[in-house]
Nanobody
Framework: QVQLVESGGGLAQAGDSLRLSCTASGRTFNIDKMGWFRQAPGKEREFVAAITRSIGATSYADSGKGRFTISRDNSKNAMDLQMTGLKPEDTAVYYC?????????????????WGQGTQVTVSS
């Protein structure tokens, strides 16, 4: 099993920056990729960004391109999401996820482990 713990998030104003962090523990050798998904009230969970552990290949949803940057530190089994230029539509619960090599970076089916989520609220 893998346990994921998120930190960061909170309240922000439009245009602000926030940094989300996620640390994995347990059987982390099974992890091939880590990513962030988010779910806004009344909406389905959606992909935000992801990164592979091996070569650090990244993928971003169009909504975050140019504003969000994902990074990882394999020595710490950690992953960060730096969010800049925040918008009210970024308001959501953000979930850290980790998975093996099946499926692509954007496909939630490829993520076996999920964190409990951290709230990000952006006011206009």
């Amino acid at each position: 099993q893998v346990q994921l713990v998120e930190s960061g998030g909170g309240l922000a104003q439009a245009g602000d920056s926030l940094r989300l962090s996620c640390t994995a523990s347990g059987r982390t050798f099974n992890i091939d990729k880590m990513g962030w998904f988010r779910q806004a009230p009344g909406k389905e969970r959606e992909f935000v960004a992801a990164i592979t552990r091996s070569i650090g290949a990244t993928s971003y949803a169009d909504s975050g391109k140019g504003r969000f940057t994902i990074s990882r530190d394999n020595s710490k089994n950690a992953m960060d999401l730096q969010m800049t230029g925040l918008k009210p539509e970024d308001t959501a619960v953000y979930y850290c996820a980790a998975g093996g090599s099946l499926y692509g970076l954007r496909d939630p089916r490829g993520y076996n482990y999920w964190g409990q989520g951290t709230q990000v609220t952006v006011s206009s």
